[in-house]
């Protein structure tokens, strides 16, 4: 009854957040093609705004629209994804990228979140484990002598089936 | 006037100082007295914050130009709404209406608790004192509200026009009661820690001012949003610019407190946790306050950037000190017997609702400072924007949602084969056929098609809910289905108004997930008479109206909507140049509909051509979240209604009364 358990929780909250971390990076190095909106969302606007080249409410940016001609003459070089960043990044300093790249340093910023997910959801699992071990102990501890059933706990069994009815 | 708002600031700094000291010693010495003294002192503070507040709110009104505060932010061809708004539009007049909030709060709850908790009223007293004296301190020694100037300008400088709009007249308000709020929750909690009285107690009295706190987050979360959405003019609400991940995380870890204090209430379980989830939210509060005022990072909300960062975070860094050492302290009396009787219960999903809320709060706070850690590291600044916010945190809200589903409706202390397929089996296999469904019809956004078809289920599952227990009334008390539903609601308030915040949560979530996935965009350049398509509209460019007042100058362009040949509406998005400060900004048009919003900008208008520039987008299912907002407003009342509760003494105990009271 009390044998060892496999943890399956523990592996299945590990698969989750795996899963996450995957899905959350999954497009940071994307295969080619890339459309010119991918690479406006990839870009930031030096304008102030906060937002990027794509979302950039300005229509005569004096930022967005120059960085949106680059990208199209970057794009008809026939440059995939990550040499057109790598492009921008390298003229315009790294803040130019509208998210951390998977490198390096900055592999920290994508990772941390999951891993530290990963440690709290292992730490609730196996407390959760503990909790319940600890319950059925318990619950062993105070369980009555077994007793030959009487009329009355025949009675109360029928109640209690009608009652699930 | 203004004499008495500085006047009234330095005694209410001295009277903040006064109520933490006596109460501190009427409770270490047991003096009533001094008690009551402190008592009345934090009610005077509260008087004088009122004096503070109308002077300031005279000099606005009365332009007087002398006050540097007034010349900053108003004029005299400002709208009256906005010179009142222009209270929270400047650093000194946010943190004085700050103070108005709190210490309005701190004297409810003492009266609230005049011949309750007495224990606990003079830590609570201390500590809600404690921040009122850091925001008097601020507002007397570093941003004076009532500072003159040398000489008297002709004329204000002007409200931020970004800010000269209704939403902005209710957005800081909602959001400063919001992080307010939060403060009563976090002095009780330390108040709990100081005596010892570490039972549910705290939590209960709070439990309500908890609520107020989420449902002020929430409502200054979405007013923002939809501030942004009509002001910023660029097609959406949430940029997660570093002020509003400020204003997201306490909301986060807010509703975190909120379900695992059920557990607390239920199984006296999770009290370190709770203790830990109070402290959280109240610090991020500050943080995020931090983060507004600092200029550490830079934010679109720079129109009340400062030098008070110091101040800030060494305040944020004594209040961690403090609680975390409060709590650390008491740690051997919180620690509790926590059994669960099985891993498939209400208590785990609650726990991992937890995990999932907290994880995000993390995710948003460090996506937030890593620019800062990546500059401290590397020298290197880079930017962490919203592609990285959605990537982290799309698939973590849809675990979310999904415990949206299953928590409210897994039995407690232990799920059966039985309770789960009555439960879940319908809304599972309607969620999946929802999600067939939408792949069928062509839906390859990913993303979509898992979170509507985990709407579908968590509308499913509470449906179900309210369909059971309607049907037990019915068959019970034989009442009509509408009598059933209200008295269904009304009998346990607490339980059906989470049921109606979740469908409102629903709503919200099928917006931000449906928005982005299904959204069109079109920027044309077109001469009057020209027409171009647009989410099935065809909409025809009438030319432009200039229009001017004292305060703006108007470039209206008129844009005739057809249907189908029928026109069914005019657009008109606007031009506006304010003339104090010469600024121009964007009036965005939309016409909304629960389908989708035709939302159009007016980018830029050449007088030689009358061409004009029009950036149109359709934003489909973004009502839904603005009504979701509603819908959780509607169940958040529901839930802090209070209820009306039967006297518990016998009938013929002595002095018992058969008149109701109020809980």
């Known amino acids: 009854m009390s044998g060892p358990r496999r943890p399956w929780h523990v592996v299945l909250a590990g698969v989750v957040v795996v899963g996450c971390a995957l899905l959350g990076t999954a497009s940071v190095r994307s295969a080619e093609p890339v459309s010119f909106q991918e690479l406006e969302e990839s870009l930031t606007c030096q304008c102030g705004c906060g937002l990027t080249v794509h979302s950039c409410n300005h229509l005569q940016c004096d930022s967005a629209m120059p960085l949106r001609a680059e990208i199209r003459a970057q794009m008809e070089t026939g440059k995939g994804k990550d040499a057109i960043l790598t492009y921008f990044s390298g003229k315009y300093g790294e803040k130019i990228l509208s998210s951390p790249t998977a490198e390096g340093f900055n592999v920290l910023a994508w990772v941390t979140p999951f891993v530290l997910l990963a440690v709290g959801g292992a730490f609730v699992g196996m407390t959760v484990m503990r909790w319940t071990k600890r319950r059925q102990l318990t619950r062993e501890a105070v369980q009555p002598a077994p007793h030959a059933p009487s009329q009355y706990d025949k009675v109360l069994e029928k109640e209690l089936k009608n009652f699930d009815k | ?663």
């Open chain 2, 1 to 663: 006037m203004i004499e008495i708002g500085s006047l009234a600031l330095a005694v209410a700094w001295v009277l903040a100082l006064y109520a933490i000291v006596m109460s501190l010693v009427g409770a270490y010495r047991r003096k009533r007295d001094f008690v009551a003294s402190a008592e009345h002192a934090t009610l005077a503070v509260w008087g004088l914050t009122v004096i503070a507040v109308a002077a300031l709110l005279h000099a606005l009104t009365t332009h007087d130009f002398n006050l540097e505060y007034v010349a900053h932010y108003s004029s005299s061809t400002l709208p009256l709404q906005y010179t009142i708004a222009a209270l929270w539009g400047g650093q000194a007049g946010s943190l004085l209406f700050w103070t108005l909030i709190l210490t309005s709060m701190s004297s409810v709850v003492l009266l609230q608790n005049r011949y309750k908790n007495r224990e606990l009223m003079p830590y609570v007293t201390a500590v809600l004192m404690l921040i009122a004296l850091f925001f008097l301190s601020m507002l007397n020694y570093v941003t004076p509200p009532f500072e003159r100037l040398a000489f008297t300008p002709a004329e204000g400088q002007d409200l931020n026009p970004l800010l000269q709009n209704y939403w902005m007249t209710i957005h800081p308000p909602s959001l400063y009661t919001g992080f307010v709020s939060c403060s009563i929750p976090f002095a009780f909690a330390m108040a709990a820690l100081a005596t010892g009285k570490l039972d549910d107690v705290w939590i209960r009295t709070t439990r309500r001012w908890t609520l107020l706190a989420w449902f002020f987050l929430s409502l200054g979360n979405l007013f923002g949003a939809e501030w942004a959405y009509l002001v910023l003019g660029w097609g959406g609400y949430w940029a997660w610019d570093p002020v509003e991940n400020a204003a997201f995380m306490p909301w986060l870890t807010c509703t975190a407190f909120l379900h695992s204090v059920m557990i607390q209430e239920k199984k006296n379980m999770l009290k370190v946790w709770n203790m830990v989830l109070v402290i959280l939210t109240f610090s991020l509060t500050i943080f995020g306050t931090f983060l507004t005022r600092s200029g550490v990072i830079s934010s679109v909300h720079s129109f009340t950037q400062s030098g008070l960062g110091p101040y800030f975070i060494g305040f944020l860094g004594v209040i961690l000190v403090g609680s975390l050492g409060m709590l650390l302290w008491r740690l051997p009396m919180l620690k509790s017997e926590n059994e669960l009787d099985s891993m498939l219960s209400r208590e785990s999903a609650f726990l991992l609702n937890n995990l999932v809320l907290v994880g995000i709060a993390f995710s948003v706070f460090w996506g937030t400072i890593f620019p800062v850690i990546s500059e401290a590291v590397r020298g290197i600044k880079i930017t962490v924007g919203p592609p990285f916010f959605n990537k982290v945190n799309a698939p973590l809200g849809l675990i979310l949602l999904f415990l949206t589903g299953v928590g409210p409706v897994i039995a407690w202390r232990r799920a059966s084969a039985k309770n789960l397929r009555r439960s879940f089996l319908v809304p599972v296999a309607l969620g999946l056929v929802g999600g067939i469904i939408l792949f069928v019809a062509g839906v390859r956004h990913y993303y979509a098609v898992v979170s509507f078809s985990l709407c579908i289920f968590v509308l499913a599952t509470i449906v179900a809910e309210f369909y059971r227990g309607v049907r037990a009334r019915q068959a019970m008390v034989g009442e009509n289905l509408l009598i059933a539903l209200t008295h269904l609601i009304g009998k346990n308030r607490r339980r059906y108004g989470g049921y109606i915040v979740h469908i409102g949560m629903v709503m919200m979530f099928l917006a931000i997930t449906g928005t982005p996935a299904f959204k069109e965009e079109k920027q044309i350049t077109v001469k009057p008479g020209d027409s171009f398509e647009m989410g099935g509209y065809t909409l025809r460019y009438d030319g432009v109206t200039p229009s001017e007042t004292p305060h703006v100058a108007y470039l209206t362009a008129n844009l005739a909507v057809m249907d189908r040949g029928r026109q069914v509406d005019t657009l008109r998005p606007e031009k506006r140049f304010y003339k104090k400060p010469q600024q121009p900004t964007t009036e965005v048009a939309i016409r909304s509909t629960l389908g989708a919003d035709l939302y159009v900008v007016l980018g830029s208008f050449d007088e030689p051509t009358k061409m004009a520039t029009i950036q149109a987008y359709v934003n489909p299912l973004v009502g839904f979240l603005w009504w979701g907002g509603i819908v959780l407003a509607i169940g958040t009342g529901v839930t802090i209604w209070p209820t009306r509760l039967r006297a518990a003494a016998p009938a013929y105990a002595p002095g018992a009364r058969d008149d109701a009271v109020t809980e």
